[in-house]
């Protein structure tokens, strides 16, 4: 599933190929789930790239999933 190759790529610590793959799987219209985005806000912040961070903000509020802290 979408989510295994998300994590997968975020095991790897590559936040970019794992926004690209939450990106398609959005497209093909399926919606992610509230851990996929947690997990992808937490690499990248990990990774220090702020401006992923805000992308999976606001890919929680289109899809009105409360992200936390």
């Not at 926004?19 to 919606?31: F, K, L, P, T, Y």
């Not at 805000?54 to 509020?61: D, G, H, P």
């Amino acid at each position: 599933t979408y989510s295994l190759l998300v994590d997968a790529h975020l095991i790897n610590r590559d936040p970019m190929s794992a926004m690209a793959v939450s990106d398609d799987m959005i497209n093909a219209g399926i919606e992610p789930s509230k851990e996929t985005l947690e997990n992808l806000r937490r690499r990248c912040l990990w990774e220090l790239d702020y401006k992923k961070d805000v992308q999976v903000e606001s890919l929680a509020k289109k899809f009105q999933i409360r992200m936390g802290s």
